[in-house]
């Protein structure tokens, strides 16, 4: 696979192409088919026109959200198979100029909105089902510096490495994970507590300098 282990997006337009809601189904789509797939694949099973699909394709590519594995010559024609990035998407603001972060966070909160009710519609519909493995809950509070939390976030996708790109097969059911970690914020700095909170704080309190991770799958 040609994927890097993660993508960092800085910039509004950045935020803008990825936030989209139509190009997330796009990217939610080549996630469901767990192999590279053509946009005539992907437009079929979304029951789009190709074109439309390949115009907002292109603009996920220009990001590096997703991008050609291989070509197939299919009855005289070059077919391109695309990969979309199955790693970290790591978020950053510090380059968005201050007047323009409250539209920044706005795309923000959109995206992840989207990607949090695509997988939670799923989990719903799973869990109303017949079968007894229909989805898992977890959601934790996480005591961590901000290496320890990059650490971490590595681990999991290493963790699940193996199982992104595997056929289906008997017995393998489709599972839907859907992860996200971010600290708080305290006096700007996020994950720096004030000396002084840091000396008076009792030790068991851990209300002040939580930091929140909390993942939602099937």
């Given at each position: 696979?040609?994927?890097?282990?993660?993508?960092?997006?800085?910039?509004?337009?950045?935020?803008?192409?990825?936030?989209?809601?139509?190009?997330?189904?796009?990217?939610?789509?080549?996630?469901?088919?767990?192999?590279?797939?053509?946009?005539?694949?992907?437009?079929?099973?979304?029951?789009?026109?190709?074109?439309?699909?390949?115009?907002?394709?292109?603009?996920?590519?220009?990001?590096?959200?997703?991008?050609?594995?291989?070509?197939?010559v299919i009855n005289g024609i070059v077919a391109k198979y695309y990969l979309y990035h199955d790693g970290?998407?790591?978020?950053?603001?510090?380059?968005?100029?201050?007047?323009m972060r409250g539209v920044y966070w706005s795309n923000v909160n959109r995206m992840l909105a989207q990607?949090?009710?695509?997988?939670?519609?799923?989990?719903?519909?799973?869990?109303g089902g017949s079968s007894a493995e229909t989805g898992r809950f977890m959601q934790n509070a996480l005591?961590?510096?901000?290496?320890?939390?990059?650490?971490?976030?590595?681990?999991?996708?290493?963790?699940?490495?193996?199982?992104?790109?595997?056929?289906?097969?008997?017995?393998?059911?489709?599972?839907?994970?859907?992860?996200?970690?971010?600290?708080?914020?305290?006096?700007?700095?996020?994950?720096?507590?004030?000396?002084?909170?840091?000396?008076?704080?009792?030790?068991?309190?851990?209300?002040?300098?939580?930091?929140?991770?909390?993942?939602?799958?099937?």
């Amino acid at each position: 696979m040609n994927n890097e282990s993660k993508k960092t997006l800085t910039t509004l337009e950045e935020i803008k192409i990825f936030s989209d809601p139509y190009r997330l189904r796009i990217m939610k789509t080549f996630v469901d088919f767990g192999r590279p797939a053509t946009v005539k694949e992907v437009a079929d099973r979304m029951g789009e026109v190709p074109a439309k699909v390949y115009y907002h394709v292109k603009k996920l590519e220009s990001i590096g959200l997703v991008s050609i594995d291989h070509t197939e010559v299919i009855n005289g024609i070059v077919a391109k198979y695309y990969l979309y990035h199955d790693g970290e998407i790591e978020i950053q603001s510090a380059e968005i100029e201050p007047e323009m972060r409250g539209v920044y966070w706005s795309n923000v909160n959109r995206m992840l909105a989207q990607q949090f009710d695509q997988v939670k519609e799923k989990f719903l519909r799973r869990t109303g089902g017949s079968s007894a493995e229909t989805g898992r809950f977890m959601q934790n509070a996480l005591h961590m510096t901000q290496e320890e939390a990059h650490n971490v976030f590595r681990q999991l996708n290493e963790l699940l490495e193996p199982y992104k790109h595997r056929e289906p097969g008997e017995n393998r059911l489709p599972y839907d994970i859907f992860i996200a970690m971010g600290a708080d914020k305290i006096n700007g700095e996020e994950g720096e507590l004030p000396k002084q909170a840091k000396t008076e704080r009792p030790k068991k309190s851990g209300k002040t300098d939580s930091k929140k991770g909390s993942r939602a799958d099937e």
